[in-house]
């Protein structure tokens, strides 16, 4: 805990402008926690050199092991206020959410020095409940365990060889090579990306072979990852099974084709001439372009993208695609396992999903037809010709080839003819009118349907399951949701490059490994510090567990979205540090509140709470309203506002939370029978979007909101009195109306909480 | 004896993922961005696609992690001047142009109330002026005031520095030239909108009710010159019938001679912005093809689920405008060959990236294609990520961000 505290009050900014300095000074040293603050002062700019030299010396002369800066956002001025490893600081933000957002009420006027008062003293409350975290630091394994031994596998394990790491790579099949070795060519990799390329993949497979840091094992397979990053264990079949120590996993297990059978609109299985861009491609690599009926060399080949024919009535069902997110599971009954079927998520999606690789495959082998077949004539029949990016370039050079006709086209039909010959019947092309052309073979595109779509995979052996819990979420593709994070996914240590993750091109793939390899090195080096990765990269801070309490409810294991807690026959959770992202979801599932960080607990945030000074007279003193906000992207939301000169009402009280996930039940109750009249939840937006950067926390909370609602309801208060609001960063402008919703709809209309006085 | 440090030219969302990246890993990094502010051109963008997310989200996550990691240093206004050296030990000389403010500014803002001159809005495009004394948008990173002396009125800087209350203008401030010593570079200059004047044909720059894609998302911002509000430039009215010209430059071997990856999306994404904003507006896209590549399909299909949203796969020849300022257009749809005038209250032409450095000389030795993109580099100590390199979408960005940043690790590691 801090002991020994300096408090400043910054009068700079219009801070001093409106608020007296000698009452907030009083508030300290005559409050409660005067005893633990030897220092307590004023400064007209406390972000001022000669101001932080002051703090420094006082910190020395008074042995100061904590610092409560009462000035601006702690956004602003990061840098100014850190005072070494010893010294804890708070910051309270009496600029932008207290004086620059303060509005006056006219009933109760005069409220600013009052809130100024609860803000400073719930800082210093705060900052007193907190310790300095020292994360114990296990001695972790540093070996890379690569999956799948394609295009990307291969990079993947090259890449980590040349940064020293050890590699352990391991491939289904009984040779190394995957889909590359496979294909006759690949579109172009590179400048000036006009032709296509040989894969490459027989001089990688050479030097991953050659390569002593890699130990490369085939016609094997994962069959189970226990442990947590830095810590794996891994069990592999390679004709016998053996257990390998491993430090993190580049998941790049490539792609199955589709299944054909979504090709039947199409005539595919119905006429002997329609084959499928996997088996042309095989049919080139093995030397003879035949039509499958006669064995004979096609005078024309018609390539087909347009799949509308068979994603008609799939296609555009987001409805499906964002079902909704895993229900809260219901403790189940003692001794009762979950069992997760591994449902299967290839769909008809799959095709469409993979458009950018299947016109590039169709120019492409177009391009095989005028090399292999002399006079030979290729058909592209496309809806759109989707190859964003660089791949333009390739594009034109097929458009200039003579022998390679591109059309866009909706196939309408496919039928056979009476010579074998299969008549393509299209509308909306560019040739003027519907069509109807013939051609010797025709072929139709490759789905690229990820492994994990089919089968979990990873064989995690994880309390949560073996595989990826977002799977529905992207069709069996192992993606992120983010944006800006391609490589997050809700399990620490697994990184997923290649078309395991999105369907993408070799260059792109390549590129991936890559990026997948340095995540999974940088897991490895964090959990081997004791620090969080992504997003709170560098935390010490982790979840403690009073195990004498723990009921074994299970919550905290269900609820953790990075499926961090694992239990024992009994339920007891055993926690994982380094699969942990430090957002406090298993703090706030706790319903015995055994679950704390040092510098962040049930005690400290409801001691803070209770810091606010609640008036018994509802008329008299103005109601008063708790609002715990998420501090990723509400908080700065609500600094936004300030900055843009937005007011709102000056009964409401901000809380900072890790994340709306960490929010217990016992604070919300703890302020109810405190007398405070309402309690507002402020976080990120949930569902299939979310923008939780803990994935799951605002969705769960909203959850838990509801069945504190319901108690409430038994003791006679009105469920109404707890909302959550979802708020983006950007939504800074809507804040103020939000909080008046709450202040009339709820607090106008209800009264003062019926506990109030007692 | 090698550096294992990394310069990271370039502090968009490419320069600030792979910067992160290899400063969690251990390595000391310099982010160097000629802009006064960090984040690049998604900070300039109300949102992402497909998820229709802030970019400030993940933006102040970024920061977040800037601030919490020592190892990470960054310089605005600084432009790399010359690389020597070689791979694992090179100088490079960084000229820092002068801000005027110093570290005490706390954003208090009184130095642009005192502020009187104005000038064109660089962040926003165009579409409004700000003063000679500003910050450029709301979530700007580092949170510090720029002054802009040269367009300063006479006196007006001394007028300035009375005003802020905590001596935080530097009316002495002047360029200064420092050196770095780093053992790996990565580029990641990034892109800018193609110029609309040279899409004569289209009006670019010359129509009032012809804007860019880029101006578009300015307009859309909550933070941009209309607050959010989806307005005509000549008389700030609601328009009731917007057309987005695709490929306004892209995919043209006289103007870019490639696809931009982004602008399909991109007005699609606009398209939900003006139904949530001007939920009767009717809108036409005029395109080659739709290039909405893997799971972005199902974005794609929602959006064209839009009742009053029609495409058009056709080519726009010609804007002109009529008396009342609204645009005219002379297209042609491809699919029915039928030619028409079509006439609109505003037109958003979606105009491609082009790589910053296209048409300048690039301080340090690399090759670069006809269009001006990094095509090589490598085994000169020098990574290329994000948009130098290729035209790609945030996603892919981050994912060369991070991908350069094991590049430039492995060049200084057992070196």
Request: with cysteine.
């Amino acid at each position: 805990m801090a002991e020994k505290l300096g408090v400043y009050i910054c009068s700079g900014c219009d801070i001093g402008k409106a608020l007296e300095m000698a009452p907030l000074l009083e508030a300290v040293t005559k409050g409660k926690n005067a005893g633990i603050c030897p220092v307590v002062k004023q400064n007209p700019v406390l972000c001022s050199p000669d101001a932080v030299a002051e703090i420094e010396a006082d910190i020395a002369a008074n042995g100061l092991d904590g610092v409560v800066v009462c000035a601006c956002s702690p956004r602003v001025k990061w840098d100014i206020f850190q005072f070494g490893q010893g010294v804890q600081v708070e910051r309270v933000n009496l600029r932008e959410q207290c004086v620059w957002s303060f509005r006056e009420d006219d009933k109760v006027p005069g409220l600013l020095p009052l809130m100024a008062k609860d803000y400073i003293k719930m800082g210093v409350m705060k900052l007193s409940k907190s310790r300095i975290p020292a994360p114990e630091v296990p001695e972790t394994f540093k070996t890379i365990l690569v999956l799948g031994g394609g295009m990307t596998g291969l990079t993947a394990a090259l890449e980590a060889a040349k940064l020293g790491k050890d590699v352990v790579l391991v491939e289904r099949a009984a040779t190394l090579g995957g889909k590359a070795a496979t294909m006759y060519k690949t579109f172009p990799m590179s400048h000036p990306y006009l032709k296509a390329e040989d894969t490459g993949v027989d001089q990688l497979i050479a030097e991953v072979t050659a390569n002593a840091k890699i130990k490369v094992l085939t016609s094997a397979e994962l069959v189970s990852l226990e442990g947590a990053p830095g810590l794996y264990s891994a069990t592999v079949n390679a004709g016998g099974e053996q257990k390998l120590d491993i430090g993190a996993v580049v998941l790049a297990t490539g792609w199955v084709p589709g299944d054909k059978s979504f090709l039947a609109p199409m005539g595919y299985g119905r006429i002997k001439n329609v084959v499928t861009a996997a088996e042309f491609e095989a049919m080139t690599k093995a030397g003879s372009i035949v039509r499958p009926s006669d064995g004979k060399a096609p005078a024309s080949v018609a390539f087909l993208t347009d799949v509308s024919l068979c994603t008609q009535g799939t296609v555009g069902g987001t409805a499906e695609v964002c079902a909704p997110v895993d229900p809260l599971p219901e403790t189940p009954a003692e001794g009762e396992a979950e069992v997760n079927p591994y449902a299967d998520k290839e769909n008809a999606k799959h095709l469409a999903y993979s458009s950018e690789l299947t016109s590039l495959v169709a120019l492409k082998q177009a391009g095989y037809v005028r090399e292999k077949l002399g006079e030979a004539v290729a058909f592209v029949l496309y809806d759109h010709m989707m190859v964003p990016g660089i791949n333009e370039r390739y594009y034109k050079s097929a458009q200039d080839d003579a022998g390679i006709m591109l059309s866009k086209a909706t196939i309408t039909a496919v039928t056979e003819d009476a010579d074998g010959g299969v008549i393509v019947a299209a509308k909306d092309t560019l040739l003027g009118a519907d069509i109807e052309l013939k051609a010797d073979l025709v072929v139709l595109p490759t789905a690229i349907v990820p492994v994990t779509a089919h089968e979990p995979t990873m064989n995690l052996q994880y309390r949560q399951g073996p595989g990826f819990p977002d799977l529905e979420l992207f069709d069996g593709f192992v993606d992120s949701n983010y944006v800006c994070f391609p490589y997050e996914t809700r399990r620490t240590g697994v990184y997923a490059a290649g078309c395991v993750r999105q369907p993408m091109t070799m260059a792109t793939a390549k590129e991936d490994a890559a990026g997948a390899v340095l995540k999974a090195v940088q897991c490895i080096g964090s959990a081997n510090r004791g620090v969080a990765v992504h997003p709170r990269s560098g935390d010490v801070s982790f979840p403690v567990f009073n195990f004498q309490r723990c009921t074994q409810c299970k919550r905290c294991t269900e609820e953790c979205p990075f499926g961090a807690l694992d239990d024992d026959e009994k339920g007891t959770p055993k926690p994982n540090p380094t699969r942990c992202r430090r957002c406090g979801t298993c703090m706030g599932a706790c319903p015995e509140r055994v679950i704390s960080f040092d510098n962040y607990n049930i005690d400290q945030i409801g001691s803070m709470i209770k810091e606010v000074y609640v008036p018994d007279d509802m008329v008299a003193g103005g109601p008063r309203v708790i609002v715990l906000v998420c501090e990723n992207d509400a908080y700065p939301a609500l600094d936004m506002a300030a900055f843009r000169g937005k007011s709102w009402s000056p009964f409401v009280r901000f809380v900072p939370v890790r994340c709306l996930g960490s929010v217990n039940a016992i604070w919300v109750a703890d302020a109810i029978s405190k007398g405070v009249d309402g309690v507002i939840m402020l976080g990120c937006k949930y569902g299939p979007d979310y923008q939780c950067h803990f994935v799951k926390g605002s969705e769960l909370c909203s959850r838990r909101k509801t069945n504190i609602a319901e108690s409430l309801g038994r003791l006679g208060v009105e469920a109404e009195r707890v909302e959550q609001y979802e708020v983006s960063i950007d939504e800074y402008d809507k804040v103020p109306a939000l909080i008046e919703r709450f202040m009339t709809e709820v607090i106008t209309k209800f009264g003062p909480n019926p506990f109030k006085g007692y | 004896m090698s550096n294992n440090s990394i310069l990271v030219v370039g502090g968009g969302f490419a320069g600030i993922t792979a910067a992160l990246e290899a400063a969690e890993i251990g390595h000391e990094v310099y982010i160097v961005e000629t802009n006064p502010y960090l984040g690049g051109r998604v900070a300039q963008l109300n949102q992402y696609f497909p998820k229709l997310c802030p970019p400030s989200c993940g933006l102040e996550i970024q920061f977040q992690r800037i601030k919490n990691n020592p190892k990470v240093k960054f310089f605005t206004m600084s432009e790399v001047v010359s690389v020597t050296g070689t791979p694992g030990a090179f100088d490079v000389k960084i000229k820092e142009r002068p801000r005027f403010v110093n570290a005490n500014c706390t954003m208090c803002g009184e130095c642009e109330k005192a502020a009187t001159s104005t000038v064109a809005s660089e962040f926003e495009f165009g579409l409004v002026d700000r003063k000679v004394a500003y910050s450029t948008h709301l979530f700007a990173f580092p949170q510090r005031y720029v002054v802009d002396a040269a367009a300063c009125a006479p006196g007006e800087l001394d007028k300035l520095k009375d005003a802020c209350p905590y001596g935080a203008i530097d009316t002495a401030d002047a360029e200064k030239t420092f050196d770095l010593q780093v053992g790996s570079i990565i580029w990641a200059t990034g892109w800018k909108p193609y110029d609309m004047a040279k899409l004569d044909n289209l009006g670019g720059g010359k129509l009032a009710n012809v804007v860019s894609n880029m101006q578009f998302e300015r307009l859309a911002a909550p933070n941009g010159p209309t607050g959010g509000k989806i307005e005509r430039p000549s008389d700030g009215k609601a328009p009731k019938r917007i057309a987005f010209v695709q490929c306004a430059g892209s995919r043209d071997e006289n103007h870019l001679n490639y696809c931009s990856y982004i602008c399909c999306m991109a007005s699609l994404k606009h398209v939900t912005y003006i139904r949530e904003k001007l939920p009767e507006a009717q809108v036409v896209i005029y395109y080659i093809d739709l290039r909405t590549p893997g799971r972005y399909d199902n974005f794609m299909q929602k959006v064209a689920g839009d009742d009053k949203l029609t495409l058009v796969k056709g080519k726009v020849a010609k804007i002109v405008e009529c008396e009342c300022k609204s645009p005219i257009l002379t297209v042609e749809d491809a699919v029915t060959g039928i030619k028409g005038e079509e006439r609109f209250d505003m037109v958003v032409l979606a105009t491609g990236m082009q790589p910053s450095c296209a048409g300048s000389k690039l301080p340090v030795e690399l090759p670069v294609d006809d269009d001006g993109f990094i095509i090589g580099g490598a085994d000169k100590g020098v990574f290329a990520a994000g948009c130098a390199k290729l035209p790609l979408d945030v996603m892919k960005t981050a994912q060369t961000g991070t991908g350069a940043a094991l590049k430039a690790i492995q060049n200084v590691v057992g070196r």
